[in-house]
């Protein structure tokens, strides 16, 4: 059965008008992801890739010391503790003792000794108090070298963050990059680290774009080839116009400042999480009926 709020999802992740959305999501079953995709195949949504449903709140935080950088997400269930002193304080304590170890998994970084116990007993216990569930989602540590500089950004009160490492170039073009990246959201730094099913999913619906836009099938290939090159401008930080000059990409920025782009980590605080729908009215009368 399609539902009301399927379709608003769908059109608020494609831009689709409503009936279209109604009509791809019957043809689809009610799988949202396929239904991006048919809208797409159809020339109905220009969502360059499948929305992910962003929802969870919380914080992204970065903290540099000297050769070493970290980057964290830590969620939370509503803005409002996002906003309390005491989680953004336990948000930025985390982060020292992750930049401190060598550790390289989440559940690595749970195990790490605080002077309240472990990370994971820090986190019970400021749920405890705070009372909303609070969890260590995601981190990246990286190093670098003396000829190396990072670049941070942090957008909208750490509901985005992106660290970015650059060779050769100074601490201002990689701020710069930094900024590019929180406000372009490039998934990948060149198009060699796309998977390369990403990229033959991409062009099956290029194809199907064109087929069905009536291109007779021996310029469709030609098509597929300029429009996964646009693919590319659109995901890719190196190939993007960047931000502050569009006559430029950003590889082209950075070269011209003598720079190389070595590694760029951008979180979106959620991203991809389900979002927690509340009934209110339903919750007050559970606590009157307990």
Same mark, same amino acid.
């Given at each position: 059965?399609?539902?009301? /709020?399927?379709?608003?999802?769908?059109?608020?992740?494609?831009? +689709?008008?409503?009936?279209?959305?109604?009509?791809?999501? =019957?043809a689809t079953n009610?799988?949202?992801?396929?239904?991006?995709?048919?809208?797409?195949?159809?020339?109905?949504?220009?969502?360059?890739?499948?929305?992910?449903?962003?929802?969870? &709140?919380?914080?992204?935080?970065? $903290?540099?010391?000297?050769?070493?950088?970290?980057?964290? =997400?830590?969620?939370?269930?509503?803005?409002?503790?996002?906003?309390?002193?005491?989680?953004?304080?336990?948000? /930025?304590?985390?982060?020292?003792? $992750?930049?401190?170890?060598?550790?390289?998994?989440?559940?690595?970084?749970?195990?790490?000794?605080?002077?309240?116990?472990?990370?994971?007993?820090?986190?019970?216990?400021?749920?405890?108090?705070?009372?909303?569930?609070? /969890?260590?989602?995601?981190?990246?540590?990286?190093?670098?070298?003396? &000829?190396?500089?990072?670049?941070?950004?942090?957008? @909208?009160?750490?509901?985005?963050?992106?660290?970015?490492?650059?060779?050769?170039?100074?601490?201002?073009?990689?701020? &710069?990059? +930094?900024?590019?990246?929180?406000?372009?959201?490039?998934?990948?730094?060149?198009?060699?680290e796309i998977p390369?099913?990403?990229?033959?999913?991409?062009?099956?619906?290029?194809?199907? %774009?064109?087929?069905?836009?009536?291109?007779? /099938? &021996?310029?469709?290939?030609?098509?597929?080839?300029?429009?996964?090159?646009?693919?590319?401008?659109?995901?890719?930080?190196?190939?993007?116009?960047?931000?502050?000059?569009?006559? @430029?990409?950003?590889?082209?920025?950075?070269?011209?400042?003598?720079?190389?782009?070595?590694?760029?980590?951008?979180?979106?605080?959620?991203?991809?999480?389900?979002?927690? =729908?509340?009934?209110?009215?339903? =919750?007050?009368?559970? %606590?009157?009926?307990?």
């Amino acid at each position: 059965m399609i539902t009301a /709020s399927m379709v608003k999802e769908l059109r608020e992740a494609t831009g +689709a008008g409503m009936l279209d959305c109604k009509k791809a999501l =019957e043809a689809t079953n009610g799988n949202i992801d396929e239904a991006i995709d048919w809208l797409r195949e159809n020339g109905l949504s220009k969502a360059a890739k499948k929305a992910s449903r962003i929802a969870a &709140d919380g914080l992204a935080y970065i $903290l540099l010391e000297n050769n070493e950088a970290v980057i964290v =997400e830590i969620n939370s269930e509503t803005d409002f503790v996002a906003k309390n002193e005491e989680f953004i304080d336990m948000v /930025s304590t985390i982060a020292k003792y $992750l930049i401190a170890s060598n550790v390289t998994t989440v559940e690595e970084a749970l195990n790490i000794n605080t002077e309240e116990g472990t990370i994971n007993d820090l986190i019970v216990n400021k749920t405890a108090k705070i009372g909303e569930k609070l /969890s260590l989602r995601r981190f990246v540590k990286i190093t670098k070298t003396d &000829d190396e500089v990072f670049g941070s950004y942090i957008h @909208m009160g750490g509901k985005i963050a992106s660290l970015v490492l650059i060779e050769g170039a100074n601490e201002e073009v990689a701020k &710069d990059v +930094a900024m590019h990246s929180a406000a372009m959201k490039p998934l990948y730094v060149t198009r060699n680290e796309i998977p390369t099913d990403v990229i033959e999913k991409e062009k099956e619906i290029i194809k199907e %774009q064109a087929l069905n836009e009536g291109k007779p /099938s &021996d310029i469709v290939e030609k098509l597929v080839i300029g429009r996964i090159n646009k693919f590319y401008k659109e995901i890719c930080l190196e190939e993007q116009e960047f931000v502050k000059d569009s006559s @430029m990409s950003v590889a082209n920025y950075v070269k011209s400042n003598n720079g190389t782009i070595k590694n760029m980590i951008r979180y979106e605080v959620g991203e991809g999480l389900e979002k927690r =729908e509340d009934n209110f009215a339903e =919750e007050v009368m559970n %606590q009157i009926n307990g």
